[in-house]
T-cell receptor, first 114, second 111 residues
Framework: KAGVTQTPRYLIKTRGQQVTLSCSPI?????VSWYQQTPGQGLQFLFEYFSETQRNKGNFPGRFSGRQFSNSRSEMNVSTLELGDSALYLC?????????????FGEGSRLTVL | SQQGEEDPQALSIQEGENATMNCSYKTSINNLQWYRQNSGRGLVHLILIRSNEREKHSGRLRVTLDTSKKSSSLLITASRAADTASYFCATAQGGNTPLVFGKGTRLSVIA
């Protein structure tokens, strides 16, 4: 079974631009979560989707958005990039309906904002 | 917001020694999970312990959970250089709330 796939793995943007990150979960997993990881803040929860519905949202500004498609693939978008958005963005999928099970992580998308 | 807080933030030991990392959390939980992250990579699930369990083993890993103290510990026995990584605890509260991670313990195992 293929693992969680995130694309792109690395990207460099400039302030004010926008970026879209993609995540393909493990086949059969309907829950996809996104986390932002920075050295200072650790792993911060962004949002979680289950069966195309946003089920949870973290404490991030509206510049951060996401969606999930009918095949469970998910995208997140960050508009009007700021220097502080530089981070490793991690996607995780789960077969669990209740958010109590194991998460399977992708390798992440490392975003650098100049 | 961070639910789990790991201690110590960093740990350096010799190969063959045991490594112990601790995690404290604030609210009641359904279960607590430990993950490992090699530098700049994704996280890998290690072990899950439910709130009604006190101890769990998996290979060289031993996890304990004390719900009265809201704390957990991860013990890695006979450590190897390949165990060098960051280790995170994560708490699951249930009720569809997301898994919340601590800031991690960075373990260095010196050969």
């Amino acid at each position: 079974k293929a693992g969680v796939t995130q694309t792109p793995r690395y990207l460099i943007k400039t302030r004010g631009q926008q970026v879209t990150l993609s995540c393909s979960p493990i086949s059969g997993h309907r829950s996809v979560s996104w986390y932002q990881q920075t050295p200072g803040q650790g792993l911060q929860f962004l949002f979680e989707y289950f069966s195309e519905t946003q089920r949870n949202k973290g404490n991030f500004p509206g510049r951060f958005s996401g969606r999930q498609f009918s095949n469970s693939r998910s995208e997140m978008n960050v508009s009007t990039l700021e220097l502080g958005d530089s981070a490793l963005y991690l996607c995780a999928s789960s077969a669990d309906r209740t958010n109590t099970g194991e998460l399977f992580f992708g390798e992440g998308s490392r975003l650098t904002v100049l | 917001s961070q639910q789990g807080e790991e201690d110590p933030q960093a740990l350096s030991i010799q190969e063959g020694e045991n490594a112990t990392m601790n995690c404290s959390y604030k609210t009641s939980i359904n279960n607590l999970q430990w993950y490992r992250q090699n530098s700049g990579r994704g996280l890998v699930h290690l072990i899950l312990i439910r709130s009604n369990e006190r101890e769990k083993h998996s290979g060289r890993l031993r996890v304990t959970l004390d719900t009265s103290k809201k704390s957990s510990s991860l013990l890695i026995t006979a450590s190897r250089a390949a165990d060098t990584a960051s280790y995170f605890c994560a708490t699951a509260q249930g009720g569809n709330t997301p898994l919340v991670f601590g800031k991690g313990t960075r373990l260095s195992v010196i050969a």
